[in-house]
């Protein structure tokens, strides 16, 4: 069985920093490729970045340079956010895919095509 377990969410002030975690429980097979997504009131969901298993990370144009993800050894994801604005403001789910589809990491972020998501942590930016 495989969970995803968001945590580090909460109220900033803008120009503030968050760091989100993500932790992976069941097979470590399961997280090849990771992700972050959000959704903010009244919008649609977006992908705000992902990581694969070779370490490669991609940024939606919105967040370039002022987030970034990275992954330990726990099979912990991480989104370090900094400079944060309040359209920032969203519910964060973390998300895991295996990779056995090769995907592009763009299109899987656009297409949010990963197995398995967690249920969301609040990031309020005021």
């Known amino acids: 069985h495989v969970q995803l377990v968001e945590s580090g969410g909460g109220s900033v002030q803008a120009g503030g920093s968050l760091k989100l975690s993500c932790r992976v429980s069941g097979s470590p097979d399961c997280a090849y490729v990771m992700g972050w997504f959000r959704q903010g009131p009244g919008k649609e969901r977006e992908g705000v970045g992902g990581?694969?298993?070779?370490?490669?990370a991609t940024y939606a144009d919105s967040v370039k340079g002022r987030f970034t993800i990275s992954k330990d050894n726990d099979n912990i994801l991480y989104l370090q956010m900094n400079s944060l604005q309040p359209e920032d403001t969203a519910v964060y789910y973390c998300?895991?895919?295996?990779?056995?589809?090769?995907?592009?990491?763009?299109?899987?972020?656009?297409?949010?095509?990963?197995?398995?998501w967690g249920q969301g942590t609040q990031v309020t930016v005021s």
């Open positions: 998300a895991a895919d295996p990779g056995i589809v090769r995907v592009g990491l763009a299109t899987r972020l656009r297409d949010a095509a990963f197995r398995y």
């Open positions: 990581i694969e298993g070779s370490g490669s």
